[in-house]
């Protein structure tokens, strides 16, 4: 796999590197899974110091003159990604100026904190200022990295290799108009439920946790080098993929399908690492290549797996151990709760026909802000103008508007984007899968996950971060990304729920 002597040379290198980034791992995790509360400022300055003994590892000129010659050399696909990921962290870290990242780093630091008294307070004016400077450093640090069209384009690269705004405006001008159309059907159809009964069904937390365990046994779970914990948002955290992959989920005591779909969810993203060519660990192509590659897999598991009418059929009886009062509806009504489309003020709360919208106005503002078409100071009111639009809702205060996720508090800008390619992508996904092993209902109705994910590994896990996103799913798929698989699955899928199918 990795037999140039140059590359080699460059990988014995990296381990430090790949140390300091498993010990931050480690540390993530124990944030959000395990720390008590008093501990956060001094974790805070820990991971500081170790991002900064990172960017030295990477920016040493004996190592970035290692990775110059080896770049020149002839080299296999696995090495040509090494140097492909090393050239890419090379190229950020040594483009942005020490000051500017410590800045950066205290700017997002003081933003997240005015971000969560602003939210719960409900008052825009004390995240503004924070804003309009997080918005300020993101297009200074757009300029800094260079691109060739569009200042987002340096942004969205970041967490998306090689998307630009020039794609993700073409790909949100096909998908809005037709999401929106489904989703005014289904709003208007006679089976629209404001509400839903098992939505206040309780369940005791032990229960739903062995059943959550249970579901991702059957799944193929690897007890032994997989985790799954409690945290106030779910969240998934390679490790040392695939020795080591950790996800969370929550209980809220009510409301099932919450903390089960959130289990299924972190289970694709976990799977996506623990199937990864074991000699990538410890590399840098190690994990998944892109932030919306790795949300097609979550999705895949979430949408088209944990929605099925198929395995709400295969799981009924397991859902009815674990939560007796179940007993007291049948898989057409599970089946319909797990598939409630409703417009929400809250993204993190959206089925999957309205997300695509979510996305898109958050998308739409950062653009316009980056342009300076909006201004920082008038993103509460562009945002209820444009939720309104989008799905007829307005937000009662800023937390429910333009203060509901942390993202931008953190200079996450280009970001958001990701979640909408990977719901797309997901569909796209299935198609090939189910042309290669067939129709993926029968083979979920035949527990035959094995088939699943020996489908994912051949064509996307093993290969970690080997190819770009745009090149591993050509590879994987046979063509591009593309919007109609996921529109036309949707109209199906929600159609024949509603009854909207024409
Ligand atoms: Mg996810």
Redo the contacts with the bound molecule.
Sequence with gaps: MFENELVGEILKRYRRIWALSHVSALAEWDSDVMMPKGGSSLRGEAFAELAVLKQRFITDSSFVELVRRASREELNDYERGVIRILERSIHYYSSLPSEFVAEEERVIEAAKRAWEEAKQKSEFSIFRPHLERIFELQRKKAEYLGYDEHPYDALVDLYEEGATKRFLDRFFSVLVPEVSRLLKRIVSSPEFVERHELEDLTYVREDMERLNRFVLTAFGAPWDHFRMDVSAHPFTVDLAGPQDVRITTWYHGRDFRRSLLAAV?EWG?ALYELQQDPELCCTPVSGGVSLGI??SQ?RFWENHIGRSLAFVETFFDAFRLAIPSIGAYDIRDVYKYFNLVRPELIRVEADEVSYILHIALRYELEVAVIDGDISVAELPAAWNERIEKYLGVTPPDDAHGVLQDIHWAMGAVGYFPTYALGTVLSAQIRHAMEKDIGPLDELIRGKHFGAIRDWLFRKVHRFGSVYPPRELVRRALGEDLRTDYFLSYAKEHYGSIYGVSK
Excluded: L
């Design positions: 969810h993203h790795h949300e979550s």
